[in-house]
């Protein structure tokens, strides 16, 4: 399991196992909101599967993240790639638009994220995972189509 803004990193063994298995399909992803004093990790897609399944799993491996930590090696990079994402962002005039009003509306520094993304380490964001994602705190929303309820 890793996630950065946007998506499950689809080179993760996560992915790779349960997309190969046909439980993922490329629409699932995930991502972080932030907000002056809250943070909230969401994982979303659909599945030709089970979704109960696909919420197992997720806990299931996060628990082994909570237990082992990240992989050092994939996690260097992809905080890489999502530092390069986040300097890419910045040619785009209407994203940046967007992060600074909901920075000044909620209270964080938008343009803080890429300066701090360097300095976040492995053990770090495992301790976040680990203290953070917790069974107690997850929900599950299903949105099934009309024939299946």
């Given at each position: 399991?890793?996630?950065?803004?946007g998506d499950i990193v689809?080179?993760?063994?996560?992915y790779i196992r349960y997309y190969s298995e046909g439980l993922l399909n490329a629409s699932f992803g995930s991502g972080v909101d932030h907000a002056a004093g809250q943070s909230?990790?969401?994982?979303?897609?659909?599945?030709s599967g089970d979704p109960l399944r696909v919420r197992d799993t997720l806990l299931e491996e996060?628990?082994?993240?909570?237990?082992?930590?990240?992989?050092?090696?994939?996690f260097e990079r992809q905080r890489r790639s999502e530092y390069g994402a986040q300097i890419r962002a910045l040619c785009s005039f209407r994203n940046l638009a967007i992060g600074l009003c909901d920075g000044v509306f909620t209270?964080?520094?938008?343009m803080g994220g890429a300066a701090l993304l360097?300095?976040?380490?492995?053990?770090?964001?495992s301790a976040w995972i680990r203290n953070r994602l917790v069974p107690e705190r997850f929900s599950l929303s299903l949105v099934l189509p009309k024939e299946d309820r």
């Open positions: 399991l890793f996630f950065k803004s689809t080179s993760s063994p996560y909230m990790a969401a994982f979303e897609g659909e599945t996060i628990a082994r993240v909570s237990a082992d930590g990240f992989d050092r090696s994939l209270g964080y520094d938008a360097p300095q976040i380490d492995c053990d770090e964001a």
